[in-house]
C-alpha cells in the first residue's frame, strides 16, 4: 500500500520528510513518488522474468498509460526495461528521455495514421496490431520507409476476467484484439502474412486490470500457445514471442493481497512450459507489460482540508463530511469504477475518537466522492493534512481540468531529498489553451 520509505506513525514522513514540509514546499494537492520505490518495483518484474523463463525471458515493458513523464521514462531506461506506448504523446515522452526505440513497444486499438508512421519512422521495436485497417496501415508506414516492422497481433482469448467491467478486456464483447473464437485471429493472421513489410513476430493478449491470482493469465497463454502451435501446423514455422500483457494486482487497503512478481510468473512459466510440451512447440520468448504493480504503490497524494460538516441523514445518524483541496480531478478511479482507497491523517497524531466519515473532493457533482466511507478522527480540522497512498497508477494519468481545476504537480523523494519531476499546472496554463 505505502511505498518503502514512507512512515506512517507520529506524523507522515517519506525518506525522512514530514508530510507537513513537504505540504509547505510543493503545496497540496500533490503527488509525491518514491523513486527508489519505483526503480526497485520495475527490477523485481525484470528479474522475476529472467528467472521464471530464464534463456525464454523476453522484455519488460512499463505500461506508460498507469503514468508516465519524461523523469520516470529516464528512470524506466536506467533500469534496463521496455516501455508500452499506446498514443503519438506517450511515444514523445519516451523518445524524449532517450529510451532505445527498439524497447519500446507500440499499442493501441485505433492508432492514427501519424502515430503509425512516427512510431515507424522512430523504428520502435515491436507494434502491436489490433485491426485489419491497422495491419494494412502499418505494412504502408514500413514500406514508405524500406523497411521491415516487427508486429504482434493483439488477440482475444475470449476469457471473462474477474475485475471492475471496464477493466477487463479479453472476453468477447470489447474493442480490442482479434478474437480466437469468431476466427477473426486467424483471418488477421492469413492477412499479415499477405504484408512482405511486415514481421509477424507472434500474439499479444491482455487480460484485464487489477487481477488477483495466476489462473487467468495461465488460461490466456494456454490459448495463445494452442494458436502457435496452429500456426506452426498450418504455416510450418514457429513464430517466436508472446506478450502477455499486464494487470496484477496491489493493495489499495490494510488487508489487500498484492501479487508477488516471482511467484505470478512462476505460474506463467509453468502454465507456458506444459503447453508448449503438450503442443511440441519450442518455448516463445515472453514479455509482460505491468503498469500499476510498479507505480500504484509508488507514489501517494497528500491533500489539504478545508472544511468539515456534520451532516445528518434521515434516519437520525450523521455523517462527517471532510472536504479537500483535489477530488475526482486528480483521482478519478473511485466514481469511474468504484476503486476503494484509505486515508491517514498526515500532519500530527490524534487520540480522539474516530467517527464515520466520508471524504469527498471539492467538485461541483455529488458523485465525487473519494472515500465513501471511513473512520477518521473526529477532530480533523480545516488545514488538517490527509495523505492517499497507492495512487501512482491511473491517478495523475487520468487527473483531467473539471471545474478548470489545475492539476497537481509529481514530486520525486530519494534519498531524504524531494524535486519536482510534473510541475504544477497553473490557470495561466489553462487560460493559455482558450483564443
Ligand atoms: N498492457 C495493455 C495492453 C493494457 O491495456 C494495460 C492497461 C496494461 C498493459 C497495464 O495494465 P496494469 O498492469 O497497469 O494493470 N484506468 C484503469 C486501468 C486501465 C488499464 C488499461 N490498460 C484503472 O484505473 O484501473
Not at 489490433?130 to 508506414?141: F, G, M, Q, T
Not at 512450459?273 to 510498479?294: D, T, W
Not at 460538516?309 to 455523517?319: C, F, I, P, Q, S
Not at 491517514?344 to 457533482?365: D, F, M, Q, Y
Request: net charge negative; aromatic share 6%; hydrophobic share 40%.
Amino acid at each position: 500500500m505505502w511505498s518503502s520509505s514512507v512512515k506512517t506513525g507520529e506524523q507522515l514522513s517519506i525518506s525522512g520528510i514530514s508530510a507537513k514540509d513537504l505540504a509547505k514546499e510543493f503545496g497540496t494537492p500533490a503527488f509525491f513518488i518514491d523513486e527508489s520505490d519505483f526503480r526497485s518495483r520495475a527490477l523485481d518484474w525484470n528479474a522475476a522474468l529472467s528467472k521464471a523463463f530464464e534463456s525464454n525471458a523476453g522484455t519488460v515493458y512499463y505500461a506508460a498509460k498507469a503514468f508516465i513523464c519524461t523523469e520516470v521514462a529516464r528512470w524506466i531506461k536506467d533500469c534496463g526495461i521496455g516501455i508500452d506506448v499506446c498514443t503519438g504523446g506517450e511515444l514523445a515522452v519516451a523518445l524524449a528521455a532517450g529510451i532505445d526505440p527498439a524497447k519500446i513497444e507500440l499499442h493501441g486499438n485505433n492508432k492514427s495514421v501519424s502515430e503509425i508512421q512516427g512510431a515507424v519512422d522512430a523504428g520502435v521495436g515491436i507494434i502491436v496490431l489490433d485491426s485489419l485497417y491497422e495491419i494494412e496501415r502499418v505494412a504502408a508506414a514500413a514500406q514508405k520507409n524500406g523497411t521491415t516492422q516487427k508486429v504482434l497481433l493483439r488477440i482475444t482469448p475470449g476469457i471473462d476476467t474477474h475485475t471492475h467491467q471496464s477493466i477487463a478486456t479479453a472476453h468477447e464483447d470489447v474493442k480490442f484484439g482479434f478474437s480466437i473464437a469468431s476466427g477473426a485471429a486467424w483471418a488477421a493472421i492469413k492477412e499479415v502474412r499477405n504484408h512482405s513489410s511486415l514481421e509477424l513476430r507472434g500474439f499479444h493478449a491482455h487480460i484485464g486490470s487489477q487481477v488477483f491470482g495466476y489462473e487467468t493469465f495461465q488460461l490466456a497463454a494456454e490459448r495463445l500457445i494452442n494458436l502457435l502451435a496452429k500456426y506452426r501446423d498450418e504455416f510450418k514455422s514457429e513464430l517466436p514471442e508472446l506478450d502477455l500483457g499486464g494487470g496484477y494486482a496491489i493493495a489499495y487497503l490494510p488487508g489487500d493481497k498484492t501479487v508477488v512478481p516471482s511467484q505470478a510468473l512462476q505460474a506463467l512459466a509453468t502454465a507456458v512450459k506444459k503447453n508448449c510440451e503438450a503442443n511440441k512447440l519450442a518455448i516463445p520468448k515472453i514479455s509482460i507489460e505491468p503498469g500499476r504493480s510498479i507505480v500504484g504503490p509508488s507514489m501517494f497524494t497528500l491533500y489539504e482540508v478545508g472544511t468539515v460538516k456534520d451532516v445528518t441523514l434521515e434516519d437520525g445518524l450523521h455523517r462527517n463530511y471532510i472536504s479537500i483541496d483535489g477530488g475526482m480531478s486528480d483521482n478519478i478511479r473511485p466514481s469511474l469504477y468504484g476503486a476503494k482507497y484509505t486515508t491517514v491523517l498526515a500532519n500530527r497524531t490524534s487520540t480522539a475518537p474516530n467517527i464515520s466519515s466520508r471524504l469527498v473532493g471539492k467538485h461541483c457533482e455529488t458523485g465525487d466522492i473519494l472515500i465513501r466511507e471511513i473512520d477518521l478522527p473526529s477532530d480533523i480540522v480545516p488545514g488538517d493534512l490527509l495523505a492517499v497512498p497507492a495512487t501512482g497508477a491511473y491517478g495523475r494519468s487520468l487527473a483531467n481540468n473539471y471545474n478548470h481545476v489545475p492539476r497537481p504537480p509529481v514530486i520525486a523523494i530519494k534519498d531524504g531529498k524531494a524535486r519536482v519531476i510534473v510541475r504544477r499546472e497553473t490557470e495561466a496554463d489553462l487560460l493559455g489553451l482558450d483564443i
